[in-house]
T-cell receptor
Framework: EAGVTQPPRYAVLQEGQAVSFWCDPI?????LYWYQQPRDQGPQLLVY????????NSQLPSDRFSAVRPKGTNSTLKIQSAKQGDTATYLC???FGSGGYEQYFGPGTRLTVL | GDSVTQTEGPVTLSEGTSLTVNCSYE??????LFWYVQYPGEGPQLLFK?????EKGSNRGFEATYNKEATSFHLQKASVQESDSAVYYC????????????FGAGTRLAVCP
């Protein structure tokens, strides 16, 4: 069974540019999570979905961040006008259900904003 | 809000020595506690969880007991191997949080042969 996939592994851009992160969860998993992991810190939850619905997006840092999951499968996290402080690894995780089921993480996309 | 505090790293050990990584948490709700491990270039993966107070979780020689009175959940291993080199995260989930995890800052472990 394929795990959570998140191409590409790395992204480098200048301040002010936009960037999108893509996540393909494990087949059949209805709950999807996006985390931000700054260097040498633990993952911090940004937003999560049950099917196509946003359950909680209160931790998105600002209105520069947005996330969608239109068909309840793949998801995209977007940063408009990136800043150096956005430099981090963006992790996606999925689970079957949101009632305490194990979350499976992808390898993440490491973003560097110059 | 909920928080998790763990031993600052890096921790460097020789093969065959014992490991303890301290973890304490704060929450006003009922927690389920986890230890995750992250290898270079990978996402975190679940090491084990302990849902109930005073119970022990274990996997791959690692273990931790959930001490409700001390609000602690320390990770231990009697004899580490070079392959245990990774970053270890303590995490908690509180009841009614829709599976939301709160992670500690992580403890980087380096085991020398």
């Amino acid at each position: 069974e394929a795990g959570v996939t998140q191409p590409p592994r790395y992204a480098v851009l200048q301040e002010g540019q936009a960037v999108s992160f893509w996540c393909d969860p494990i087949s059949g998993h209805d709950t999807l999570y996006w985390y931000q992991q700054p260097r040498d810190q633990g993952p911090q939850l940004l937003v999560y979905f049950r099917d196509e619905a946003v359950i909680d997006n209160s931790q998105l840092p600002s209105d520069r961040f947005s996330a969608v999951r239109p068909k309840g499968t793949n998801s995209t996290l977007k940063i408009q006008s990136a800043k150096q402080g956005d430099t981090a690894t963006y992790l996606c995780a999925s689970s079957f259900g949101s009632g305490g089921y194990e979350q499976y993480f992808g390898p993440g996309t490491r973003l560097t904003v110059l | 809000g909920d928080s998790v505090t763990q031993t600052e790293g890096p921790v460097t050990l020789s093969e065959g020595t014992s490991l303890t990584v301290n973890c304490s948490y704060e929450t006003k709700q009922y927690p389920t506690l986890f230890w995750y491990v992250q290898y270079p270039g990978e996402g975190p993966q679940l090491l084990f969880k302990v849902p109930k107070a005073n119970e022990k979780g274990s996997n791959r020689g690692f273990e931790a007991t959930y001490n409700k009175e001390a609000t602690s959940f320390h990770l231990q291993k009697a004899s580490v191997q070079e392959s245990d080199s990774a970053v270890y995260y303590c995490a908690l989930r509180v009841s009614g949080s829709f599976n939301k995890l709160t992670f500690g800052a992580g403890t980087r472990l380096a085991v020398c042969p």
